[in-house]
């Protein structure tokens, strides 16, 4: 094994501080497999036969993982360069997330992912229409990715202005799109966009709303997701901790 380390690290394969520190227990627990492929995977762009080794389960589990080596300060070194020139002649990420616009949550740095590794679409509110569908399809039945994720945040302007009615230019009808989470939200206390706690369990709400619009609104990816291909899920990102709860 150590001799494996050595000659991955060498070939500039994995980074060796990463691998160390990241997958210290290889020294005396033998990396399974998939470890080997995660490994590899960390510091490279995913490669076809990396991605299609995975479960969609797998998938969230890397995400997850990612997200607690960036908020451990762990994440891993990369090479973009060469991540670049190994993903120019095809890409094999393994999910697609649908985040909100805001400068603070950028899924690539908080799931520690490289070029070539996610689909990313960003709109504020983290709202579906069909254009977003219509790219998570691609994503999913054409690209082959194992994972739809919204992802909607703490403090989210987007639920702010939902709950604030603001009227603003062509604002207006994507806060039209949030609108349905606000009465659909049980919520105790002051129910005002100046409340952090509200404001939060809104966009937590609009986040299971949109996982619901996917499904409804996307007969392919309901399908794939029937079948076991695909994994729709959810998740809020905290921006005060970097946490990433998953929510569904
Ligand atoms: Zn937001």
Known sequence: MKELSRKLADSGIIDRRNFLTGFGACAITPLSPLD??????????????????MSPSQVVEELKKGNERFRARKMVS???????????TGQYPAAVVLGCLDSRVPAEIIFDVGIGDTFIGRVAGNVVNDDMLGSMEFACAVSGAKVVLVLGHTACGAVKGAIDDVVLGNLTGLLARIKPAIPLTKYDGEKSSKNASYVDAVAR????????????????LEGLEERGSIHITGAMYDLATGVVEFVK
Request: aromatic share 2%; charged share 25%; proline share 2%.
């Open 78 to 88: 990369r090479d973009y360069l060469a991540q670049k020139r190994s993903s120019a």
């Open 205 to 220: 709400i609009n986040v299971v709303l949109g996982l619901a619009e996917i499904r409804r609104r996307s007969p392919i």
């Open 36 to 53: 080997m492929q995660v490994a590899v995977s960390l510091a490279n762009s995913l490669t076809k036969e990396q991605r299609d080794s």
